[in-house]
């Protein structure tokens, strides 16, 4: 069965440094997603991305974040200038048209010192 | 203000009776309503979708209802086991305001364990 894949599963970087995200959607879907979780707290959508551009963001998503669909498969989201609190599970997610269920990843964990 | 809420932060039910959890929505109007499984350290895995034109849904031992006079869904485990310990999340797609690109709101999740 097609799945979300991501990786690394675990990052560790310095404040203030860049990092990068990658992700494979599954290969017939899309919209693709990123939502975060910090420890303890609900599931929080970042951003939204169908036909090769942003089509929804939320008020995290600020100049900082950035995401691309560089060759057709991957689907990354990068962080330009890490800060303490940028620590979570950072989640991918895709799904093959309007209104049907979205499948996820099983993450990236974000630790940044 | 818009919120969701899962009534119930954990539950702890006997091995073989029915689960069920409950999410409540105000200031939403859904297109539908989906239901996941987390586990600790995982990514959130699909169960159910329920539309908004829909009752009731059904697969396997899972049963998921819609009521958007109530603003309210149930999720039910029958015959629930050990393995269903899990964390259980509902979200929802809001359609008001136009074209919805799927951005997904979370319930901040129920922890179940079912005991043997």
């Known amino acids: 069965e097609p799945e979300v894949t991501q990786t690394p599963s675990h990052q560790v970087t310095q404040m203030g440094q860049e990092v990068i995200l990658r992700c494979v959607p599954i290969?017939?879907?899309?919209?693709f997603y990123w939502y975060r979780q910090i420890l303890g707290q609900k599931v929080e959508f970042l951003v939204s991305?169908?036909?090769?551009?942003?089509?929804?963001k939320s008020e995290i998503f600020d100049d900082q974040f950035s995401v691309e669909r560089p060759d057709g498969s991957n689907f990354t989201l990068k962080i330009r200038s890490t800060k303490l609190e940028d620590s979570a599970m950072y989640f991918c997610?895709?799904?093959?048209?309007?209104?049907?269920?979205?499948?996820f990843g099983p993450g990236t964990r974000l630790t940044v010192t | 203000s818009q919120k969701i809420e899962q009534n119930s932060e954990a539950l702890n039910i006997q091995e073989g009776k029915t689960a069920t959890l409950t999410c409540n929505y105000t200031?939403?109007?859904?297109?539908?309503l989906q239901w996941y499984r987390q586990d600790p350290g995982r990514g959130p895995v699909f169960l159910l979708l329920?539309?908004?034109?829909?009752k009731e849904k059904r697969k396997e031992r899972l049963k998921v209802t819609f009521d958007t006079t109530l603003k309210q869904s149930l999720f039910h485990i029958t015959a629930s086991q050990p393995a269903d310990s899990a964390t259980y999340l509902c979200?929802?797609?809001?359609?008001?305001?136009?074209?919805?690109?799927?951005?997904?709101?979370f319930g901040q999740g129920t922890i179940l364990t079912v005991h043997p």
């Open positions: 329920i539309r908004e034109n829909e």
């Open positions: 979200a929802l797609e809001n359609k008001a305001g136009g074209t919805s690109y799927g951005k997904l709101t």
């Open positions: 991305f169908y036909n090769n551009e942003i089509s929804e």
């Open positions: 290969s017939n879907h899309l919209y």
């Open positions: 997610a895709s799904r093959k048209d309007i209104y049907y269920e979205q499948y």
């Open positions: 200031n939403y109007s859904p297109a539908y």
